[in-house]
């Protein structure tokens, strides 16, 4: 399939620039250009959010039950076009084409429930402790014109969550969607446009980040902000949104732990984190990445996860058979390196991998380091890469000490035969989302964000729709 050059999508009508401007895209698995994508400027910009606005006014009126139809017929439409999509993400962003479809079909999965979900939107009754002919409401009302900003490493998946929820409760949205895959984006919005969802409703442009995000977050049109990104980036908007009094969600970085206890099941912690580490290239930000494990197993888990990350096959995600694809650009191949080079200066053994592959393409050897000391990059930032760090602990308080120490707080993993650990690690492992003897299974009915550093709110369950919603006191009193 031919990859599509990609426009901006504004009050129902996909359009060039006003300028004409453009910027490449570039097949990671290659390096060569494959398209172009239109760059917003200001008077893109402008028309974008007075479509917003009166979208919004249109959206917040129609009943649950007609929005519900377009979000369904929506969902249709992308598993009807999933294989096509997944070719055109795989293009632009390098994954294997089973992930790149399977997030296609995982998106039809999410707006279904948020589909569902606006039926829920409930107020309540509240009586009076005065006055009987007094009746108190509680009324949830839609927050109104939202902005999100959304990464490259899921191009889909990121959009629809916050599409999803602000749909459910009656918002309008205009996505700032990744230049580097700009087409995954569009070919979601396509399927609300052929829902028949009304102009404004939905959004969509690309452009320099930095200038759009200082343009969208101020203005009075936009009344909530949610962004998916890096922390520092996410703390740049979040310190903007609350100079203007704007609600925000934010789903940040992680430096998810891994804790392999002395009674767990090898095989199964190595057959399921080791999954969760190379799905994506490890470019995911719940990615297992520092790899605790009890010293009376580590050789075995070693040896095991080695094995494993020897035995995929890297190569273009469009290739039969590929289960590892490129990274998404150059950068990521520089971060691998620096994270490699430090981690063996300061003592860590690269027990696989550690190079780049080939010199055309953004591709990189499943890694392995072990003997990780803690004062290694790799185990305090996130290598956001396919790269696995180990290092040995004694008593299961000192792992989840570990697992902690950092400011991140987004995705836990943890392996362990007993009850009595499971539950400590429960309580005591500070992360938004823990699995325990299983991969990372996020779903659109369970919460979805992080805490600490990894930010606030959620992009999954009922939590998700409630922050696109104004909670309001109404009282009258019978006369």
């Keep these: 399939m031919t990859y599509p050059n990609t426009q901006l999508f504004i009050n129902g009508q996909w359009q060039d620039a006003a300028d004409g401007r453009t910027l490449a895209i570039h097949n990671p698995a290659t390096g060569k250009e494959i398209g172009r994508v239109a760059h917003a400027g200001r008077a ?125 409760a009656g918002c309008s949205m205009l996505v700032k969607a990744p ?61 903007m949104a609350g100079q203007h009094m704007k609600r925000v969600t934010m789903e940040l970085g992680g430096h998810a732990p891994v804790i392999v206890a002395e009674d767990a099941d090898i095989a199964l912690a190595v057959k399921a984190a080791g999954a969760a580490k190379f799905r994506n290239a490890g470019q995911v930000c719940i990615s ?81 380091l072990g003997d990780v000391p803690l004062e290694a990059k790799v185990f305090n930032d996130e290598p956001f890469g396919p790269m696995a760090a180990i290092r040995s602990f004694n008593t299961l308080e000192e792992a989840i000490a570990e697992s902690n120490r950092l400011p991140y707080g987004l995705a836990g993993y943890a392996f362990t035969r007993s009850l009595k650990n499971a539950d400590l690690l429960a309580r005591r492992v500070e992360v938004g989302m823990l699995w325990i003897n299983m991969p990372a299974l996020p779903s659109a009915e369970m919460p979805f964000g992080g805490i600490k550093d990894s930010g606030y709110g959620s992009e999954g369950g009922p939590e998700a729709v409630e922050a696109y919603l104004n909670v309001r006191s109404v009282a009258v009193m019978n006369v």
Excluded: C
Excluded at 48 to 75: C, H, N, V, Y
Excluded at 116 to 127: K, L
């Design 44 to 168: 893109d910009l402008d028309k974008a959010l007075e479509a917003a606005q009166k979208g919004f006014e249109t959206w917040r009126d129609m009943t649950p039950a007609e929005r519900s139809k377009i979000m369904r017929k929506a969902a249709g439409f992308m598993r009807e076009r999933a294989d096509a999509i997944g070719r055109v993400m795989t293009q632009e962003q390098g994954k294997p084409l089973a992930e790149a479809k399977g997030e296609a079909l995982a998106a039809a999965d999410i707006i279904e429930w948020f589909a569902e979900e606006g039926f829920r939107v409930y107020g309540r009754i509240v009586p009076s402790r005065n006055n009987l002919a007094v009746r108190q409401m509680v009324l949830k009302d839609p927050v109104g014109p939202v902005a999100a900003f959304t990464p490259w490493n899921f191009p889909i998946n990121q959009v629809v969550r916050k599409v999803g929820a602000a749909l459910a």
């Design 179 to 239: 230049e580097e895959t700009p087409a995954g984006p569009a070919a979601l919005i396509q399927a609300f446009a052929d829902a028949g969802i009304p102009p404004g409703v939905l959004g969509l442009v690309y452009g320099n980040p930095a200038e759009i995000s200082s343009y969208l977050i101020p203005h009075p049109v936009i009344r909530k902000i949610t962004f998916t990104g890096s922390t520092p980036v996410g703390k740049q908007l979040a310190a």
């Design 288 to 368: 297992p990445t520092r790899f605790l494990v009890h010293e009376s197993i580590r050789k075995d888990f070693e040896q095991a996860l080695v094995k494993h990350a020897q035995g995929l096959k890297v190569g273009d995600g469009l290739a039969e058979g590929t289960q590892m694809g490129p990274l998404a650009n150059p950068r990521r191949l520089t971060a691998m390196a620096e994270f490699t080079k430090d981690a063996v200066e300061r003592g860590a053994k690269v027990l696989a991998g550690g190079e780049r592959l080939g010199d055309a393409g953004n591709f990189w050897q499943p890694t392995i």
